[in-house]
């Protein structure tokens, strides 16, 4: 079974431009968990979609916006990227989401900086 | 707001050490506990612990959930110079998929 693909893998930007980040979630996983990694922050929850509707969300900025399609792919956009917005962009997919808990695993990640 | 506190924060072993990587929380609805292990790329799944008590095993790997005094740990034995990563704890709470994260412990194997 394939795992979770993020493209891109890497990205450059500018200050002011805006991004959008796509995530494939493994087939049969319909919940898409994004996180934002820094060295001096850690690994912090962006949102989460579960049946194309934004189920939770972190103490990010309204810059950070995220959509999921009817086949599960999910995508996230930053507007008017700042230099802080520099980071690992990871997402994750999981089975389920309420009930018993079920694992979540990572895609790869988009590293991007910003310039 | 929740937390997940990982002690230490680095370690440095020699290839055969047997180690212990602790992490605690203070959260609202807890639901489970998971452990990655994170070399330069994605974090990669290890445990799942749900119960106190019970441990799981995977090759040299285990861990144990204490659900009362809210920690776990995760033990290494007979640790290879490809066990060097950072070792991530996350908390699942609420009624969805959001993990909190522990910083890390930063694992270094030698020869």
């Known amino acids: 079974k394939a795992g979770v693909t993020q493209t891109p893998r890497y990205l450059i930007k500018t200050r002011g431009q805006q991004v959008t980040l796509s995530c494939s979630p493994i087939?049969?996983?319909?919940?898409v968990s994004w996180y934002q990694q820094t060295p001096g922050q850690g690994l912090q929850f962006l949102f989460e979609?579960?049946?194309?509707?934004?189920?939770n969300k972190g103490n990010f900025p309204g810059r950070f916006s995220g959509r999921q399609f009817s086949n599960s792919r999910s995508e996230m956009n930053v507007s008017t990227l700042e230099l802080g917005d520099s980071a690992l962009y990871l997402c994750?997919?999981?089975?389920?989401?309420?009930?018993?808990?079920?694992?979540?695993?990572f895609g790869p990640g988009t590293r991007l900086t910003v310039t | 707001e929740d937390k997940v506190v990982q002690s230490p924060l680095s370690l440095v072993v020699h290839e055969g050490d047997t180690v212990t990587l602790n992490c605690s929380y203070e959260v609202t609805n807890f639901r489970s506990l998971l452990w990655y292990k994170q070399e330069k790329k994605a974090p990669t799944f290890l445990f799942m612990l749900t119960s106190s008590g019970i441990e799981k095993k995977s090759g040299r790997l285990s861990s144990i959930l204490d659900k009362k005094e809210l920690f776990s740990i995760l033990n290494i034995t007979a640790t290879q110079t490809g066990d060097s990563a950072v070792y991530l704890c996350a908390v699942l709470t609420g009624g969805g998929n959001k993990l909190t994260f522990g910083t890390g412990t930063q694992l270094k194997v030698e020869l």
């Open positions: 087939s049969g996983h319909r919940s």
């Open positions: 979609y579960f049946s194309e509707t934004q189920r």
């Open positions: 994750a997919s999981s089975m389920r989401l309420a009930g018993d808990p079920y694992e979540q695993y």
